[in-house]
């Protein structure tokens, strides 16, 4: 197939995959506003044709008798055409404005569902990704005014043929010269369209760091440090900065299209007033009658303003496609970065492990790092037993959140395996995996909820009953928290809304281990659980931690070595590396590297 046959054929599916997605939730919508449409689109085409009627019968003076009932009719019908878009006119609009809330809403849904297919975080963590989203949301506000814009480029369309036709009923010549200026206006209007939109593209990042600015001076976010660095006024020059640049780009955009509109506008005018001197020549010459005369002036009126529109709509058509191809390139590509086992031959995942997870000489380096591939992960091995805890610590920076992001499958290691009852991670359903995964994470969600639902969305299967929802907050120490709040689970946690409270860091980093034990999980990750605990708080945790993980795998993250000891097995991890594996009183025998940390820990207590 021609490579021009290729691209017109993806051209006219993508446009039709756009019209599944806008229309599909109110195909009754669409076919109303069509019908609509049809009508109102040809009246400017009737009331030429009306106007020359009439002229051409008083012309020939038929005044009296039937004829003059004729001539009021054609009359009528005049009046009409003029009265009938006035009248449909508010009609229009309020389909307009329903098919435009309804696209609203699919385009929405659309990138919500992308989002939701988004199971780990290879793409997550990439720059590019954001650019990318924050092009697609962009573009999510065109694509919703898709209907509304085929729909004004299809009656445009219908209008100016037709018109046409009544042209080249006088004058093929005139007819055939103004279609062709159309050309021109078109080729201009689809660079200026794809112009834009590129600019719209490239001005994506200097947006996000725009809006950064703003969300950070007006949200609570940061709002300490902004306040007492004096830090409003800095990121102020920041933004007034980019604005400078983005705007400057802006309006050189929109000094070309001023310039191009006025030159490809004066075309098709100085097309339609010559041709109105050779309708009025024939007309002279005997060749055309008054009435004919009377159509084109009328047509002329109706035409200047349709192939404007016309030319307009079809360049914001265009432009409506590079978003759609640019939504759909996102949403379509909103697959998981992990590797996925062959449909049908996934392992399903156990309720209980049943031997422990390996680490099978892992090595990791994160695929977006700007200072190249450098290995976080070294050749780990490391084997966590079935039914105990391991505990994983060491300094800043060694590797420990990102030995849990593997076991997660918030990534797939470099190289070597991760093990589960010795299959390899990658062998089982995914979501499988995540249902019997649970645990508490180091930047734990603090989610604009209610206390209760705050809790419960840590099962998401249905079994977060009010009776287990309290239990998990009791074993986590939340329910204190919960219990002081002005309604109790009922309260949301959130400044933003009306009634809303915040909760402190330790109070949240409670609530967010309630969520974390909820579901019976075969394995659990702590991830700095007692970060921002007080010590009874954390002595209480440390107290019911055996008990909620009887039976489970765990994994803990931790710099405090009072929770440390806990665990039944400890790594120590040092630059990717596990350089020490054992017990607590084992490892402090040993004298290495976990005894020196512990005795600087608990020297500062002596
Ligand atoms: N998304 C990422 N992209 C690139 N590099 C990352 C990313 N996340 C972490 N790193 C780098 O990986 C290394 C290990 O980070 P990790 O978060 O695993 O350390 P950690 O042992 O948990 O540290 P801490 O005790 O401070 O929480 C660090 O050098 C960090 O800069």
Request: net charge positive.
């Amino acid at each position: 197939m021609p490579r021009s046959t290729r691209n017109a054929r993806s051209t006219v599916l993508l446009y039709v995959r756009g019209a599944r997605l806008v229309f599909a939730h109110r195909p009754s919508l669409a076919v109303v506003t069509l019908v609509l449409l049809g009508a109102t689109s040809l009246l400017p085409v009737l009331q030429p044709w009306l106007l020359g009627q009439v002229v051409d019968r008083l012309g020939r003076g038929d005044v009296d008798g039937g004829r003059a009932g004729t001539v009021a009719l054609l009359a009528v019908g005049y009046a009409l055409t003029l009265v009938l878009p006035a009248l449909l006119m508010p009609v229009r609009q309020s389909l307009d404005s329903s098919l435009d809330a309804h696209a609203v809403g699919a385009v929405d849904r659309n990138v919500l569902d992308a989002g939701g297919r988004l199971a780990d975080l290879t793409r997550l963590e990439r720059p590019a990704f954001h650019d990318e989203a924050q092009q697609a949301v962009s573009s999510a506000g065109w694509v919703s005014r898709f209907a509304v814009f085929t729909q004004q480029a299809a009656g445009q369309c219908v209008t100016v043929l037709g018109l046409l036709l009544l042209v080249a009923g006088l004058s093929p010549w005139v007819a055939a010269a103004l279609a062709v200026t159309v050309v021109p206006h078109l080729v201009a209007y689809r660079r200026m369209h794809r112009r834009q939109f590129e600019t719209m593209a490239d001005q994506s990042r200097p947006a996000r760091e725009m809006d950064y600015c703003v969300r950070l001076t007006t949200s609570a976010d940061g709002a300490k440090e902004v306040r007492v660095f004096g830090l409003g006024g800095w990121f102020l020059d920041r933004y007034q900065r980019l604005f400078a640049r983005a705007y400057a780009e802006v309006r050189a955009l929109r000094l070309r299209s001023l310039l191009v509109s006025a030159v490809c506008g004066l075309l098709p005018a100085v097309t339609l007033g010559g041709g109105f001197w050779y309708v009025a020549y024939q007309a002279g010459a005997g060749l055309l009658t008054v009435g004919a005369v009377a159509v084109y002036v009328n047509a002329v009126v109706q035409l200047e303003a349709g192939l404007f529109g016309l030319s307009v709509s079809l360049g914001l058509m265009f432009e409506v496609g590079l978003h759609l191809r640019q939504l759909f390139a996102f949403t379509d590509g909103a697959s998981p970065g992990v590797a996925l086992p062959p449909a049908g031959a996934a392992l399903p995942a156990p309720a209980r492990i049943r031997q422990g997870v390996e680490f099978a000489d892992v090595a990791f380096a994160y695929p977006n790092d700007p200072a190249g591939s450098r290995p976080v992960l070294r050749g780990v091995n490391a084997v966590l037993p079935a039914g105990t805890v391991t505990a994983v610590v060491g300094d800043n920076g060694a590797g420990k959140t990102t030995l849990v992001k593997l076991l997660t499958r918030m990534y797939d290691p470099t190289t070597g395996q991760v093990r589960l009852d010795g299959r390899p991670l990658a062998a089982y359903d995914l979501t499988a995996l995540r249902a019997v995964s649970g645990g508490v994470f180091q930047d734990f969600a603090r989610f604009a909820l209610t206390a209760g639902e705050n809790i419960a969305v840590g099962a998401d299967d249905g079994t977060a009953t009010p009776e287990r929802v309290r239990h998990a907050a009791r074993a986590a120490g939340a329910d204190a928290v919960v219990s002081s709040l002005p309604d109790g689970y009922d309260t949301p946690l959130t400044r933003r809304f009306d009634g809303g409270v915040d909760l402190s860091g330790g109070q949240w980093q409670k609530l967010a281990t309630a969520r974390g034990l909820l579901r019976d999980a075969a394995l659990v990750v702590l991830d700095e659980p007692t970060a921002a605990l007080d010590v009874d708080a954390e002595r209480r945790l440390f107290d019911t931690f055996r008990a909620l993980l009887a039976g489970r795998t765990g994994v803990l993250v931790s710099h405090r070595f009072s929770t440390v000891r806990m665990a039944d097995q400890i790594l120590v991890l040092e630059n990717g590396v596990v350089v020490e594996a054992g017990g607590h009183a084992e490892l402090l025998a040993l004298g290495g590297r976990y005894a020196t940390m512990f005795e600087m820990q608990a020297g500062r207590y002596r």
